[in-house]
């Protein structure tokens, strides 16, 4: 049983009724996470605005996505396992890649995202060295330090919130 009840987009400011029927727009319908970021619309507005920045940097949808992945396992948030299990899919990973990804295995993009987050950001050098190795240079780190961040976000608040999960079932 959900803690924070999601608004209605019947229910929603005038400010904040256009952010979220961009959302439902731009998804095909409403996702509760949006709704429960709508009872803090400067909330809201913040993360669409980091949303829509963090699209413009230079990863894939496939390394974003297993980045979402490993940051949501670790944090145990099973509303955004759920979401990008079904965008991980959308974005071309099998259901075998999307378990991988989920553990820290399908990449290094994966394995540096479940680093940073199982260590907030305490990588060891030789973590870092690997990751380069791997080709991930020092402005991939970076992006991949902003995805990680603004999907730490997300999962915590579904795991305050206890957000009712509104996507299919996860890839166990």
């Known amino acids: 049983m959900t803690r924070i009840a999601p608004v209605s987009l019947e229910h929603t400011t ?7 029927e961009g959302v439902q727009k731009k998804i095909g319908f409403l996702p509760n996470v949006f709704r429960v970021l709508a009872l ?4 809201l507005a ?8 963090l699209g413009k940097t230079s990863l894939s ?6 980045i979402f992945l490993a940051t949501s396992q670790v944090n145990g948030c099973d509303y955004c396992l759920a979401a990008h299990t079904l965008f ?26 479940q680093q940073i987050t199982e260590t907030r950001g305490h990588l060891s050098s030789e973590q870092i060295a690997t990751a380069r190795a791997a080709g991930i240079n020092d402005a991939k780190i970076i ?25 299919p079932a996860i890839v166990a």
């Open 143 to 167: 992006e991949v330090i902003a995805h990680v961040a603004s999907q730490t976000l997300t999962n915590y608040l579904n795991n305050v919130a206890l957000t009712d999960i509104d996507f």
């Open 61 to 66: 949808a496939t390394q974003k996505e297993a």
């Open 46 to 53: 913040s993360y669409l605005q980091n949303s829509a920045a």
């Open 14 to 20: 005038d400010a904040t009724r256009p952010m979220l």
């Open 88 to 113: 991980a899919g959308k974005a071309g990973l099998t259901d075998h890649e999307i378990r991988s990804a989920r553990i820290g295995q399908l990449d290094a993009y994966a394995l540096l995202a």
């Open 40 to 43: 803090a619309p400067a909330v």
